[in-house]
């Protein structure tokens, strides 16, 4: 039928708004300025929409869209270097935001992008036919982040992953993989720069880089070691 949804989102200042997204690669398709201020931006088949209001308050927003690609991993990168390339690093913690690619336990691989509004793009590409949620794993430290996982990115609660996962790291019995504890680790060093605790996440980067893992580890978490490098990035950064 040709019919297309294009999400309007507010935003303080179309200016900055447009400053943002041409960053991250969109094209401006219509800006006005009366009656209201108005902007349409897109990437390829992704439109959005924004129109200026003062008062929206970025840090109570629960706007967000979801955006499906059949390259989340170019897209991901498309926009690290876009940000990069704006602001002089990739912004990890407060507003805006952009969060590591990853494997979701419902069949998707995603990431999370949050513009300087509180804005919220999940961007995934499916991996499997099944979108439940897999069950829980049933071994203890495979369960713990499982359970540390969806707190942090599904619920966005990184106090209560934080409780997860330090008790996992004291965890001698069954005592954590290399593998493990490198997830682990990764994680936790996430929710201490998103809590702004950088003394933590310097002490858990070092630990990690520390571990000893084998070829079949490393290949195994790969995703969690280019993490590590972007958060030692942004630990680094002034």
């Known amino acids: 039928m040709g019919e297309t949804t294009t999400p309007i989102f507010p935003c303080r200042s179309i200016d900055r708004t447009w400053e943002f997204y041409e960053a991250l690669g969109f094209e401006l398709q219509l800006r006005q300025t009366r009656p209201n201020h108005f902007i349409a931006v897109a990437r390829g088949d992704l439109a959005l929409q924004f129109y200026g209001w003062k008062q929206h308050d970025p840090a109570a927003s629960m706007h967000m869209c979801y955006v499906g690609t059949a390259d989340v991993d170019a897209l991901h990168e498309a926009f690290r270097a876009g940000l990069k390339a704006h602001f002089g690093r990739i912004p990890s913690r407060g507003l805006p935001r952009l969060g590591p690619l990853k494997d979701m336990s419902y069949g998707v691989r ?44 599904s619920k966005e609660d990184p106090q209560a992953a934080v409780k997860v996962l330090d008790h996992l790291l004291r965890m001698d019995d069954p005592a954590p993989t290399s593998a493990q504890r490198l997830t682990a680790l990764v ?11 950088l003394p933590r996440a310097r002490a858990c980067l070092a630990e990690a880089r520390n571990l000893d893992l084998t070829q079949d580890e490393r290949a195994a978490v790969q995703d969690n070691l280019a993490r590590l490098a972007e958060l030692e990035e942004t630990v680094a950064a002034p």
Not at 130 to 142: C, G, T
């Open 110 to 153: 995603q990431f999370l992008m949050t513009d300087p509004d509180g804005i919220q793009l999940r961007v995934g590409q499916p991996i499997s036919d099944n979108f439940e949620h897999i069950d829980p794993p049933k071994e203890k430290v495979a369960r713990a982040l499982h359970t540390a996982e969806l707190l942090a990115d």
């Open 187 to 197: 994680m936790r060093t996430d929710m201490a720069v998103r809590m702004d605790d």
